[in-house]
């Protein structure tokens, strides 16, 4: 476990035909304090050399020290919400209150994976929509994701096997490749 990253548990709700995941914001406690930091060591420059500046400067100087507060606070505070249901895919952030949401039918949704992170990408459930990627749970670990699928696999097994085949395959998706030939 560690001791920089703040995790708490998802939650992962099935009932009436629906599963729902709850993610609850993850930042690195770490990244947390240096970005602090440098917003307190941004707004010291600027508060000594705030005299000998122009107002256009000053202006850009409170934008950023604002700004940086505000992206600091919606990083911390942004649940993402996740829905199965048998017709549609629904993801979602939660902010205070406001929640903006995208919308996927199932019938176009494939290839639902957990993917490790890489340069530009969060690890979490990533899936095919159309002919979009699309990312379904940003920041879940591996198992995490797996807990995810199993209760999708339990609650609704039509959606799961729709939602993790592979179009372009002939296998199912929880075949184990015994028949075939080496």
């Known amino acids: 476990m560690d001791p920089f990253k703040r995790r708490a548990k998802i939650a992962i709700v099935a009932s009436s035909g629906i599963v729902g995941v709850t993610i609850p914001p993850t930042r690195s406690w770490f990244l947390i304090l240096a970005a602090l930091a440098g917003d307190v060591a941004f707004a010291a420059i600027t508060y000594s050399s705030w005299a000998t500046t122009s107002l256009w400067i000053r202006l850009i100087f409170i934008w950023a020290i604002v700004g940086g507060a505000l992206a600091l606070v919606y990083q911390l505070a942004v649940t993402q919400i996740i829905a199965f249901d048998s ?37 979490g459930l990533q899936s095919k929509a159309g002919w979009r990627t699309v990312i379904v749970g940003k920041d879940l670990s591996e198992e995490e994701a797996a807990e995810v699928l199993a209760a999708l696999q339990i609650s609704l097994p039509g959606v799961a096997q729709k939602l993790c085949s592979n179009p372009n395959s ?11 030939s080496k």
């Open 87 to 123: 017709l549609r895919l629904t993801i979602g952030k939660e902010f205070n209150g406001w929640e903006r949401k995208h919308e996927y039918q199932v019938a176009d949704c494939s290839d639902l994976e957990w993917v490790s992170a890489a340069k530009g990408r969060p690890a």
């Open 170 to 180: 002939k296998d199912h998706f929880i075949a184990l490749g015994l028949g075939r």
